[in-house]
């Protein structure tokens, strides 16, 4: 991976959940790169909650997955939670897409 990808959490996954997520984070560092023109950091940190705590045996896990993308001089930030590892990392980095475009109008620059 990118050194400049960080990503803690990452032992927990399956080993499916791991290439998964490799693929999507990769993409999308490609996108946010592009948006803010600049070196970016991005940080990845991933949690896993259990249902109830003294249940050790089951097997239904919530994710918390927080994302921050770092440039020179500005600093992103966005999580969620959600039981569906795939659609709460998809949903983090979409969120973190739309502040920088948010910030940036990013989608508007092109229309000038």
């Known amino acids: 991976m990118d050194p400049k990808i ?23 560092y490609e996108k946010i790169s592009r948006q803010l023109k600049n070196e970016v950091i991005l940080t990845i940190d991933i949690k896993e909650n259990s249902k109830k705590k003294s249940d050790k045996d089951n097997k239904k896990v919530k994710y918390s997955i927080s994302a921050q993308a770092k ?13 569906d590892f795939n659609r709460t990392l998809h949903d983090v ?8 475009e948010h910030k940036f109008h990013v989608s508007e620059q092109g229309k000038e």
């Open 6 to 28: 960080k990503t803690t959490g990452f032992e927990i996954l399956t080993e499916e959940q791991k290439s998964f997520a490799n693929n999507l984070i990769a993409k999308e």
């Open 71 to 83: 440039a020179p001089t500005l600093r992103f930030e966005a999580s969620e939670a959600d039981w």
């Open 93 to 100: 980095l979409r969120k973190l897409g739309k502040e920088i």
